[in-house]
């Protein structure tokens, strides 16, 4: 089975500072990895995916993640954040495609301080 | 943009009741799934169907949850007879090739 591990429950950052949140996974086979952020009261919408070829990934609002085999991370990463990027940032993996369900980390909460 | 919806927003039950959480996939999906979050943790996969039958069930899913395409449009969560412990956000999901998965807004069950 695989998991997913967010160290950082809580990371406060300042605007227009540059910010990674950090996911590192755990499984026997290869995988495919996504990141979701939950903006309050909302559902969870898809920032990037990787699913092969290049390691690094651009997903939307500026956000980008690298796919670090040896290191099974999969961090997530935005050079200058803003006041809306305030929300619950989940990395999830899957072990192929189809009907595999997606194993999220615990979340972390990205606060954005003025 | 095409978007999962999921209905009622927010339901509230008494222990023992049955529910129904109801969602309607992006149309031209073939995959769809169902997660909870309960408070303060992180979602956890419940249920993956694809051709009108389940595919994959995560220990979660025991026999009191059930679920349902009934019609093309519609793809339905039962609980029989809820538990406390099932008061969580359950959030439905849809994917055209069962990689990218979109999420619905989710509906809080609060089971009293």
């Known amino acids: 089975a695989q998991s997913v591990t967010q160290l950082d429950s809580q990371v406060p950052v300042f605007e227009e500072a540059p910010v990674e949140l950090r996911c590192n996974y755990s499984?026997?086979?290869?995988?495919?990895l996504f990141w979701y952020v939950q903006y309050p009261n909302q559902g969870l919408q898809l920032l990037l995916k990787?699913?092969?070829?290049?390691?690094l990934v651009k997903g939307i609002n500026g956000f980008e993640a690298e796919f670090n085999k040896s290191q099974t991370s999969f961090h997530l990463r935005k050079p200058s954040v803003h006041i809306s990027d305030t929300a619950e940032y989940f990395c999830?993996?899957?072990?192929?495609?189809?009907?595999?369900?997606?194993?999220f980390g615990k979340g972390t909460h990205l606060i954005i301080q003025p | 943009e095409p978007e999962v919806t999921q209905t009622p927003s927010h339901q509230v039950t008494q222990m023992g009741q049955e529910v129904i959480l109801r969602c309607v996939p992006i149309?031209?999906?073939?995959?769809f799934y169902w997660y909870r979050q309960i408070l303060g943790q992180k979602v956890e996969f419940l249920v993956s169907?694809?051709?009108?039958?389940?595919?994959?069930k995560s220990e979660i899913f025991d026999d009191q949850f059930s679920v349902e395409r009934p019609d093309g449009s519609n793809f339905t969560l039962k609980i029989r007879s809820t538990k406390l412990e099932d008061s969580a956000m359950y959030f439905c999901?849809?994917?055209?090739?069962?990689?990218?998965?979109?999420f619905g807004p989710g509906t809080r069950l609060t089971v009293l």
């Open positions: 990787y699913l092969s070829g290049s390691t």
């Open positions: 999901a849809s994917s055209r090739r069962g990689d990218e998965q979109f």
């Open positions: 499984s026997s086979v290869s995988v495919y």
């Open positions: 999830a993996v899957s072990v192929g495609r189809g009907a595999d369900g997606l194993t």
């Open positions: 149309s031209n999906h073939l995959y």
């Open positions: 169907f694809y051709n009108n039958e389940i595919s994959e």
